[in-house]
């Protein structure tokens, strides 16, 4: 355990029982020797582990370790380890809640490991025996008064500590689990009371008690940043201005939770000796430890930077050298977001003097920091190199006769945020385009096609390169002809030129589409040439010349094809969506032997979002078109539909399907027929619940489903929905279709009573009288 950083301190709370856990066998695990670690999250920060067992997938250990239980304490972590990490490889999370309540007492099974990282190797399942025995009671039942006191004691502690300290809390429990979330955030809404706690934040409380079992309180690491960085920004922007104070910002929190392995400790205090010989070793093991953005930001925070920065001043040239060499590979950041302690601009000053270098290797590796930096997500680095004394380094690196260091510089650059790199376009241009010419370094061509791409994500530069179109394009269509990383390249750089109306017409003018077209018959090249022609058919000129150039029909093929993978279908569905404004595209896209058969197979995907895409080309296609309708229903589609109605996870799925529904029922009675004979009717009807969200795209669909069909309408009574179609009078955006099925329920004089008694009922809507006129 202290391998692992974990305390083995005693814990000061008092224990309310213990736990018992035989950790029997694994199983499925790659070969490795093994050890567990058990530790009681919380308060305790206890930690016992096992003996290793012999190399094997199939470990056991049979080894029973008990650990004591507080009032505070959630969970138990189960970690399996190896000898050759610092860190657990997988774990299972016994939740304590269930055993401290006396729900029950044992437990034995097979559990699944979960990953502790996302690099880590594991899978598996590990066989673990619980017994739990409440702390002062022989024959083990609860000692009821003196856990409500616990509790009460808790409580008060929770209510007296502010928000502040409750944030300071939840902070720390995000690295920890996601359920901890959950907790301090009811905790906070007590705190801060009722006055500052929206409906937002009650629902997003909600929504995380769902997910908690579905997660199975993983580690941070496998944790959606998305997720909790949504949850954070509600809480903010739903809050008092004092409170949100109290908040820090997801990357101020990860940089908090940053930890220095002792692995790593060692290493940067090798680098802080002053022998040589202790110097050179630690400049070997840097080389395998700064692998990823993590390793990175824990070196930075563990002080490395700092030591290599020291190490520049040493008389000795290889000691320089290897330093600039490391600091050059813990600088280069995957996700452009380093760690808040390393301080860019003071770097960059330091490194800036050994760019004048006379000794080659230095000069090299220092323009490769500086290029590094460029890469930051860092507005005071952007400052320096755009109008502080970094320009100056810029233009030096630009002038130089090393293509290398001039390719790393305009990539750089090109990496910058939009705007600040649009003082630089104009200088490198030249320098761009000699590159895209020079055919005898295809690694060239390919890196400024790439260069190019990042340029195009400004508006101001998609104008500067629309004026330079006719300079531009040509070379760009010659790199499209090569089978390799240069037409990948080019066809990233059209993709994020064809933003440009201008360039857009330029390239239906030339050559680029028929080129293109030709890619997609190219397994390299699939998935990117989708992707440009769906972004060059934004508009009716540019769909018109995709369209006559053959390749809706042959990604209509590739959609047939049960072997074409999920990114390529999902840039067809986007090149689709955007060519629907041409009717001539949309009889390519519906033939129902072809087209629609393609997109209703996609129903069988478990991808929703693929799902979604095919969902809204079927709305687009079927619209005031009853011949795709009944095609669509000769595909037995209603049948395919339904089970999303209630089985989506994602709502706006269940509301792409009501309004495919209403869409193919329009005046449809054999599709009418079919839905209902699919069993459709209660499912849809689910949807129509009071202040359903769906309430509005359901309703419409069930009034397109029973207009001119008595067997429909018939079963719509049956159905018993005048209360949600009532109260779906209050709502502006569900009125009129509410309204309008209402309408016809009311044509019989029963359901026009009960109508008009729930309505009486209803003190929210007693001014609606237009059923009584």
Not at 340 to 350: G, I
Request: charged letters at 25%.
């Amino acid at each position: 355990c202290s391998q692992l950083g974990m305390s083995k301190a005693p814990n000061m709370m008092t224990t309310i029982g213990q736990v018992s856990i035989t950790v029997v066998e694994a199983r499925d695990l790659p070969s490795k020797v093994y050890y567990c670690a058990l530790k009681i999250r919380s308060h305790s920060g206890l930690c016992k582990e096992t003996k290793s067992a012999p190399k094997t997938s199939a470990p056991r250990w049979g080894e029973t370790i008990t650990l004591p239980v507080t009032e505070t304490d959630t969970d138990v972590r189960v970690m399996i380890c190896s000898k050759k990490k610092t860190y657990s490889l997988g774990e299972v999370i016994v939740p304590l809640g269930a055993f401290k309540n006396l729900e029950v007492t044992s437990m034995e099974n097979w559990f699944k490991i979960m990953k502790t990282t996302s690099e880590a190797k594991i899978s598996g399942e590990i066989y673990l025996d619980i017994k739990y025995k409440p702390e002062g009671d022989g024959d083990g039942s609860l000692d009821t008064a003196r856990n409500m006191k616990a509790v009460q004691i808790s409580l008060l502690r929770s209510l007296q500590s502010g928000p502040t300290t409750a944030f300071e809390q939840m902070e720390n429990a995000v690295l920890e689990e996601h359920g901890f979330l959950t907790v301090e955030l009811k905790r906070l809404t007590k705190i801060e009371g009722k006055e500052s706690t929206s409906a937002t934040v009650q629902n997003m409380l909600e929504a995380l008690e769902k997910a908690q079992e579905e997660l199975k309180l993983k580690r941070w690491m496998d944790i959606q940043v998305e997720d909790i960085s949504e949850c954070l920004t509600q809480i903010q922007k739903f809050s008092k201005t004092s409170f949100q104070k109290a908040v820090k910002s997801l990357t101020e929190i990860e940089d908090d939770l940053v930890v220095v392995s002792n692995e790593l400790s060692a290493v940067i205090a090798g680098l802080q000796s002053k022998q040589l010989a202790t110097q050179t070793d630690t400049f070997a093991l840097l080389d395998d430890i700064l692998t990823t953005d993590s390793d990175k930001r824990s070196f930075i925070h563990g002080g490395g930077i700092s030591a290599l920065l020291q190490l520049l001043g040493s008389d000795d040239e290889k000691v320089v050298q290897k330093s600039l060499e490391i600091l050059q590979l813990a600088t280069y950041f995957e996700s452009g977001r380093a760690h808040r302690e390393l301080n860019p601009t003071s770097l960059a000053e330091v490194i800036s003097g050994f760019t004048l270098s006379s000794n080659k290797s230095h000069k090299i590796f220092a323009s490769c920091i500086i290029t590094n930096l460029l890469h930051i997500k860092d507005s005071s680095i952007y400052e320096h190199f755009t109008n502080g004394e970094g320009k100056e380094d810029i233009l030096q690196l630009l002038g130089s006769d090393n293509s290398f260091l001039q390719l790393r510089t305009l990539w750089g650059i090109s990496s910058m945020p939009s705007g600040d790199k649009c003082k630089f376009l104009d200088v490198i241009w030249e320098k761009l385009i000699a590159f895209l010419k020079d055919s005898r370094k295809p690694e060239h061509q390919a890196k400024s096609c790439a260069i190019i791409a990042n340029f195009a994500y400004d508006q101001k530069n998609l104008v500067f390169m629309a004026g330079k179109s006719g300079q531009l394009l040509p070379l760009l269509e010659n790199l499209l002809k090569h089978s390799d990383e240069r037409s990948i390249e080019a066809l990233r750089a059209l993709t994020n030129l064809a933003d440009s109306k201008d360039i857009r017409k330029a390239l239906c003018a030339g050559d680029s589409i028929h080129l293109i077209v030709k890619l997609l018959d190219q397994p390299l090249t699939k998935v990117q040439a989708c992707w440009t022609i769906g972004n060059i058919c934004v508009d009716d000129r540019s769909a018109i010349a995709v369209r006559n150039s053959g390749a809706l029909e042959k990604m209509v093929l590739l959609l047939q094809d049960s072997k074409t993978q999920s990114d390529v279908i999902e840039k067809i569905l986007w090149t689709f969506s955007n060519a629907l404004m041409d009717e001539r595209t949309k009889e390519i896209i519906s033939s129902k032997d072809e087209g629609l058969t393609a997109l209703v197979s996609l129903f069988k995907t478990k991808n929703e979002k693929l799902l979604s895409h095919s969902l809204h080309i079927l709305c687009t296609l079927c619209a005031d078109n009853m011949t795709v309708s009944t095609a669509l229903g000769e595909l037995q589609i209603m049948s395919q539909i339904i089970p999303f109605l209630s089985g989506a996870r994602q709502p706006h799925i269940k509301d792409k399907v009501c309004c495919l529904i209403a869409r193919l029922t329009l005046g449809n009675v054999s599709n009418q027929d079919a839905f209902k004979k699919a069993g459709g009717l209660s499912d849809l009807a689910d949807l129509m619940e009071v202040d359903s969200p769906h309430l509005t795209t359901a309703t419409w669909a069930m009034y397109n489903l029973v207009i001119d069909n008595e067997e429909n309408l018939q079963a719509l009574k049956n159905l018993d929905l005048i209360q949600p179609l009532v109260s779906g009078l209050q709502h502006e955006k569900s009125r009129d279709i509410c309204r309008q099925l209402l309408g016809i329920l009311a044509a019989d004089e029963d359901q026009k009573r009960r109508i008009i008694d729930v309505i009486v009922r209803d003190v929210r809507t007693r001014k609606i009288s237009f059923l009584l006129n």
